[in-house]
Each structure stands twice: as C-alpha cells, then as structure tokens.
C-alpha cells in the first residue's frame, strides 16, 4: 500500500530509542532505572536508516533545527517517498524539561515575592494601578573624567573629557520621588540634543499615566507598559532614555512602599530556619581599558578584586600587536588566581590571524569568552572551531539591519556562549 500511493509520502520520525514520555512522568523520580529501562522506556536498537535502505525508501537523518528545515527541502524536490529521522535522547530531554520546570518555578516564585510586597485590596480596587505619575523634571550634569570611554574610538585631549547626561525626577501623585541616569553613549549613536528632545516629548506623553503592579516584574512588562500605555513604539526610543526612565519609575515605586530599589527588584525570601536570604547568582562585572604596562593594569584588577567584583572584562586589540594584549591577559590572570571570571573585548578590531595569534596565547588563561574577535562576520564560527575559545557576540548582532533573532540560527555553535548586545534584548522584549 505504500508503494501504490500516487504522491510521494513524507514519515518524520521522532526516534528517542525507547518511551521517552515515560522521563517526564513523576513515576521516573521514585522508580529504579532498571526498571523503567525494561518495562516502562522499552529501549530499541533499531535502526531507521536500515529498515528504509531494506525497503527502497529515502532516509535522511538530522540533529539540529536547520539540518531539519534542509531535510524537509530536500524531501519536497526529491518527488519520492522520505523519511526524515529526528534523533533525541531520553536523559536529554528529561534534563531539558527539568530545566525547563525549574525556571518556571523561580519565575512563579519570584513574581509571587513581588506581588507580595504590595497593598492586595489597593490593587483590587485600583485595577492593578500603583500610582499616577504627577510630573517628571531633568536637571543636566557634566562629570570630568580622567580617561576616555572605552566606548570611543576618538582620540581626546585628556583635560576635556566629560561624561553628560541627565538625572530624571519622577514625582507620584502621593508625593514620592524616582531618580535615574540617561546617559547616551556614542555606540547606541546618541546624541545629548537628540536625547533631551526625546525627553520632553515623553514627560508630556507620561504625566498622568497610571503606574501598574507588573512594571518591576520586568520580562516584558516596561514594553508592554509602554505601548499600551503610552501608544509608543519601544524601538523608537533611545536605550540611554529608557534605561532612566525605567530606573527612575521603579526608584519611585520602591520609595512609595518604604523600600529600596534593590529589594523592590528581587525581594528577600525566608529560608526555612527564618533568615533573610537573596540570589546572590548574578555577578557585576568590572570593565578595566586595560591601558598601561602588564602589572599596572593587574594591579588595578587586584583592587577591583577586593572591591567585591568577581568578573572582570578588559579591552584588548588597541596595543601594537596580540602579544602584547596576551601578556596583559596572563599577568591579570596570574595576579587575580583562578576563582576570578575574566572576559576579554577586542570589538572586532583584530584579522583573523591576529585573533588566532592572541587565542593560542591566552589558551590556558581560562577566558569565559572573547567578545567579537573578528573583523569579518564570516570568520566567527570559524574561529571559534579553530581557537577553542568561549566566544561572545554583540556588534555582530547590532549591526544586523532586521530582526537579529532571525540571524541567530546562523550563530547555533556551541563556541558562541553569550549574547552581549541591547539589541538583541530590546527585540526579545518587544516580542515577549
């Protein structure tokens, strides 16, 4: 019968070697392997491949989403009959749903932590509305600064180098006060007048809006806040303006509830003997130019160290040649001992050869990752392949004229390890 059908048949065959369903079923934490294997998973080593070569049908097996999507082309042209075989693995995929399980959890329970905090009958009443905001003010400040920013490739005359931007006051109805930073970075292609006309449009946009209990859940609610709200694009605004605006409105939120900021975001939980506890998993990291002899910018780490900072990211590709860049690396790495995250950026500075070059230097450095090595986007996989080094991506991804999560795919190594770019997240927002 199914030789005889007139048109070409597609299987797809989702082969785990055994009732894989089984795995994510509570009966898998309370039964022993042994058990499961025989009676419940029922592996098999049958072969797909085998079993269409013995029948005269066309096999094609595949691991990743787009070898899936070549496959299921493939299949359409070649005008037979196919089968397609999707490998998978029962531990694999029982470990991917716990994760999955896991987070799902902390997201429910950190959510709940929030809520917590704030008025029930208030925002029953209130539709879910903290306050209205009364008014917003900006006042400019200019900061000198005894080096350039890492961000500039412009040579400045070191007595007339200034960091401006604004501090934004949002006032709540009730009186409380927010405050944040914006501050436009060269990168984002900001500028201080485009910035301040930024502003005035949305204090008069945002005065009298209603503040809801979601907004320091973050995952999506600042842009759905401020597209339902405030009818405006999140895409349209200047990162450097969102970030103050939504420093400042969780800054106020905090103060109307006698809180800090920090406990606003990520509230404190009771452990089970009564003590206040909080996730201490997320690590800020320092940012060193990394300008200066081998053991003057060690030394600097060392006091980044003591500060309390546990990652460290320095600015590599802007000496002479990769040795250099690498005898900075192995100095730092020596100093700070090996409990230390290091994390290098060479912007896309270097050719491939020179990144290669400072790669097999810094090998036994122990480098988290690299942050675009390359000039040539073509180069990145390649160089994670040859190198061996963790790589990261962030002009890659903001250059890109679309959506980047659609270039993403083109990106699914296991060498690319981290996603740095605001671009990147501002699309995932919008989406979520």
Known sequence: MFRTMQKPILILVINNHGGAIFSLLPIAN???????????????????????????????????????????????????????????CIDENATFHSTLRKFACQAVDHASNILSRFSVPDSISCGLSISKIHKLEYSLYRIQLCAPPTSSSVKHDRSKIYREGFILSLYLEDGSVGYGEVAPLEIHEETLLDVE?????????????????????????????????????VRSIFPSVRCGLEMAILHAIAARHNSSFLNILYPKTETDEGISKRS?????????????????????????????????????????????????????????????????????????????????????????????PVQVEDDILKYCEESGLPVALDETIDKFPGNPLKMLEKYANPGIVALVSGKIFNNLISEA
């Open 197 to 233: 006309e930024q502003l005035r449009f949305l204090f008069h946009v945002m005065k009298g809006a209603n503040l809801t209990y979601s907004l320091p859940l973050l995952k999506g609610s600042f842009s759905s806040w401020i597209w339902k709200k405030l009818g405006i694009s």
């Open 280 to 372: 201490s998993s997320v690590k800020i990291c320092a940012l060193i130019d990394s300008t200066g002899t081998p053991s003057e910018v060690a030394n600097i780490a060392i006091t980044l160290v003591e500060e309390g900072f546990t990652a460290i990211k320095l600015k590599v590709a802007r000496r002479a040649d990769p040795f250099q860049d690498a005898a900075v690396i192995q100095e730092v790495r020596k100093k700070v001992g090996p409990q230390i995250e290091l994390r290098v950026d060479a912007n896309r500075k270097w050719s491939y050869e020179e990144a290669l070059e400072f790669g097999s230097l810094v090998k036994n450095c122990d480098l988290q990752y690299i942050e675009e």
């Open 30 to 88: 309370r039964t022993e392997p042994r058990v499961l294997n025989q009676y419940f998973y029922t592996a098999h080593d049958i072969s797909i491949e085998k079993l269409c070569m013995a029948h005269g049908v066309k096999h094609l097996a595949v691991k990743t989403k787009t070898e899936l999507e070549d496959a299921l082309v493939t299949s359409k042209h070649l005008g037979t009959d196919c089968v397609i075989e999707v490998e998978s």
